[in-house]
């Protein structure tokens, strides 16, 4: 399955049963009594406080993000009935569109090729937009999603030629696109397959030269994103070429207690670096199979660091006490007091949880390291030793 780890972390279908599905209707917001957005919006942000609290595995992570999927495309739907501007009725289909896309990512669909209920939804939404000729980022969006979505059988098919093709495709797909446009998206889609298991293989270097390549095209002539947006993308292309597979990576910041992180300490150990988040569901769905496999396999060389990224450090302090986490923990917020740059920064990254596996030499072996693939994955390097 392919994934976009700038979407969702992972795409995963699931069935709910009725029983279930009438329990999380009852989480779900009518907003019958709002009488303004503001109302509404208090009213999502309360329940989204309420199910990150529920998040404990992937499971609960997925019905929560049902449960906000059709209680954005409600809240969509009432703030269209009270708008009385154009900035407030954009601000009804923004919800409806993201709770669709909420939606789509937890719909199987019933055949091949086929769309689901919410994505045939979110097509007829968008024409309905497109031809009125109105919120064209909006609609811009939405287009991405079908973008990436068709994507899915290019990856199970993937060669050298049709990766090629993709990268035209990107760049073409970019150059479409309504200003001001988050073109970051698209073009870190041609980075992703390079990095895929199936391309790496056959060339450790191609996501670099990958990078390398789009840097050159977002700097050429060809290229029509805004200059602004063309620094912003260097430096995160810049962040990004430092984590990908095969090159060194070096670690720094500052613990919890406010002390010195030293990479080099754990030379001879393969490390997995989690960048990640307090308040983030699918950072905390990771922790029962991190867990387990810091059991498993620390005695035998294994470590793990968590760099806690966009997070209070009160908050992050929290998290660490509540999921009582024994691996080592750097600090976001005090590595930036002590004047150093922000990793988040420096490594590119641009959604949590970003996972890497980190070899013994300090090498980056694996770039989206999630799940079971783990511990399976740990089982196949601690066998060679």
């Known amino acids: 399955m392919l994934r976009f780890i700038f979407i969702f972390p992972t795409i995963v279908f699931f069935v709910i049963s009725s029983a279930a599905c009438q329990e999380e209707n ?44 059709k209680t954005n495309i409600a809240a969509g739907e009432k703030i269209l009935k009270i708008a009385k ?12 569109v993201d709770g669709l896309i909420m939606l789509i990512h937890t719909e199987q669909p019933t055949a091949k090729n ?45 060669t050298l030629e049709k990766f090629e093709q993709l990268k035209k495709d990107v760049r073409q797909w ?10 970051m998206m698209p073009l870190m889609i041609a980075v992703q397959f390079a990095e895929s298991e199936k391309l790496s293989k056959i060339d450790s270097e191609l996501a670099v030269k990958t990078i390398q390549e789009l840097m050159t095209f977002v700097n050429s002539s060809e290229c029509t994103i805004s200059g602004e947006k063309k620094k912003e993308i260097l430096e995160q292309f810049e962040g990004y070429s430092r984590r990908c597979r095969g090159t060194d990576l070096k670690l720094y910041g500052k613990t919890l207690d406010n002390q010195d992180f030293n990479w080099e300490t754990l030379r001879g150990k393969y490390v997995l670096v989690k960048f990640t988040a307090s308040w983030c569901g699918p950072c905390k769905s ?90 399976s994955r740990l089982a196949e390097v601690f066998s060679k030793k």
């Open 26 to 69: 009852k989480k779900i917001p009518t907003f019958d009594d709002a009488t303004t957005i503001e109302q509404i919006e208090t009213q999502i942000n309360s329940l989204s406080l309420q199910l990150r609290e529920d998040v404990k595995d992937v499971e609960s992570y997925k019905k929560s993000l049902q449960i906000m999927g």
């Open 85 to 96: 501007t154009d900035e407030e009725q954009e601000t009804g289909y923004t919800r409806t």
């Open 114 to 158: 086929k769309k689901t209920e919410s994505q045939e939804k979110l097509n007829t939404l968008l024409g309905e937009l497109e031809k009125q000729g109105k919120y064209l980022l909006l609609v811009n969006g939405g287009r991405f999603q079908e973008f990436i979505q068709g994507l899915e059988q290019l990856y199970e098919e993937l």
């Open 174 to 183: 970019v150059n479409k696109q309504p200003i001001p446009f988050e073109p």
């Open 286 to 375: 990771e922790i029962p199979g991190m867990l387990k496999a810091y059991e498993q396999y620390h005695d035998k060389g294994f470590e793990i660091v968590s760099v806690y990224v966009w997070d209070k450090l009160a908050d992050t302090k929290h998290a660490v006490e509540t999921e009582k986490l024994p691996w080592l923990i750097i600090s976001e917020e005090l590595t930036e007091k002590a004047s150093k740059p922000p990793q988040g920064q420096t490594y590119g990254i641009q959604s949590v949880p970003t996972m890497l596996l980190v070899d013994k030499d300090g090498k980056i072996i694996d770039t989206e390291i999630r799940g079971t693939q783990l511990l």
